[in-house]
């Protein structure tokens, strides 16, 4: 079955929401530093309301018989100065519905995502994968990802 990919619409929200949520129960499992699924509804209303119309974001969903299953984030950032590459994309979300993720269809966003950050004169892509993510882990892989730095955390 085929997979359409478009930009968000406001008439998007709820079921992107639901995608969100579920996504944010699965890291709340993953490691503890990520928010609990009690704080998934409000998470989701603060971050759709603040980069839904920002030029620096883009925001795409995935279609299959109509039906969302599932979406990408993609933001442009200025680098500091210490950097080579001045101007990033940064892919802040990749979610795909559970029940037809290893079907292509992260990678078919991914690529979508890609050619919006090209037409936007950036070449240079940066992540943030959770490391007690195997899945992810092994799609960024496959999608030619490599670690060149390590954000670590302390909890005090």
Known sequence: MAVRIREI???DFTAVRKIFVESISFHEQVDSIFASINEADQIWI???????????FKIYVALR???????????IIEKPPVYQVKKIGQV???????????????????????AWFMIQQVNHI???????????LG??????????MKKMVIQI
């Open 9 to 11: 619409t406001e008439i």
């Open 65 to 75: 018989s109509e039906q969302i299953v599932g979406f990408c984030v993609g933001q």
């Open 126 to 136: 940066e992540l943030l994968v959770a490391t007690n993510n195997p899945q992810s």
């Open 139 to 148: 799609f960024w892989n496959k999608m030619e990802g490599r670690e060149f």
């Open 46 to 56: 603060n971050y759709i309301t603040t980069i839904f119309q920002q030029d620096d």
């Open 92 to 114: 802040n979300n990749i979610v795909v519905k559970e029940g037809h993720k290893r079907q292509g269809i992260g990678k078919v966003l991914f690529e979508t995502i890609k």
